[in-house]
């Protein structure tokens, strides 16, 4: 059962541009959100968050935008550019019941082309 | 200011042996979590710990694997006898005393593990 799902496994975007990444939750319990990036052969690296009681978090050319009653969110990069290019996880838990523990999609390899 | 630490990087076992990975939390960090990734597959959640206890093993299999963040030194992850479907990134985050909607679980380069 994919609690958390990243339906586009990849996604090319010209360097400048927006990058759009998106992310759909089943889990209502879900009360707080992460976004992390992840290069080849190395730990996800923490992006940016967002908890429930928001709809939107902004820092730097990262923003995340949640929409609580279509259990989705999205990351948006602006402007893209080609260091940009990695595997991006969006991440979820359940604190209010179930702790801290996260629950991971199956990521979105971005690639920014020059 | 050093991240989490984890190893070794990469560990090759043959089947039946037994595999131990070590986590070093950030400074200051008192909650250790386990995860797994599997080729073509997002991180699972296996354990959460402080220390000198487990708080959620929830994602832990059932025989082989055990977890342990000892009083002094390193969290252990350690797999008994292991076969070729434990072959996978192993990665640990930590994270420091929670607060609400703050803390944000920082992870380890992760130890690579590869059953022959």
């Known amino acids: 059962d994919q609690q958390v799902k990243q339906n586009s496994p990849s996604l090319s975007v010209q360097e400048g541009r927006i990058s759009i990444l998106n992310c759909d939750y089943t889990n209502s319990m879900f009360d707080y959100f992460l976004w992390y990036k992840k290069y080849p052969a190395e730990g996800p690296t923490f992006l940016i968050s967002i908890s429930s009681i928001k709809d939107k978090n902004e820092d730097g050319r990262f923003t995340v935008f949640l929409n609580k009653s279509a259990k989705h969110l999205s990351l948006h990069i602006v402007p893209s550019q080609p260091g940009d290019s990695a595997v991006y996880f969006c991440?979820?838990?359940?604190?209010?019941?179930?702790?801290?523990?996260?629950?991971f999609g199956t990521g979105t390899r971005l690639a920014v082309r020059p | 200011n050093a991240g989490v630490m984890q190893n070794p990087r990469h560990l090759v076992r043959r089947r039946g042996q037994e595999a131990r990975l070590r986590c070093s939390p950030m400074k200051g960090h008192s909650h250790v979590y386990w995860y797994r990734q599997l080729p073509e597959e997002g991180l699972k959640f296996m354990v959460y710990?402080?220390?000198?206890?487990?708080?959620?093993e929830s994602g832990m299999p059932k025989e082989r694997f055990s977890a342990e963040f000892p009083k002094e030194g390193p969290s252990i992850l350690r797999i008994q006898q292991v076969v070729r479907g434990d072959s996978a990134a192993y990665f640990c985050a930590s994270s420091p005393e929670w607060q609400a909607y703050t803390d944000t679980q920082y992870f380890g380069p992760g130890t690579r593990l590869t059953v022959l």
């Open positions: 710990l402080q220390k000198e206890n487990i708080i959620d």
């Open positions: 991440a979820a838990s359940a604190r209010q019941s179930s702790g801290d523990k996260l629950t």
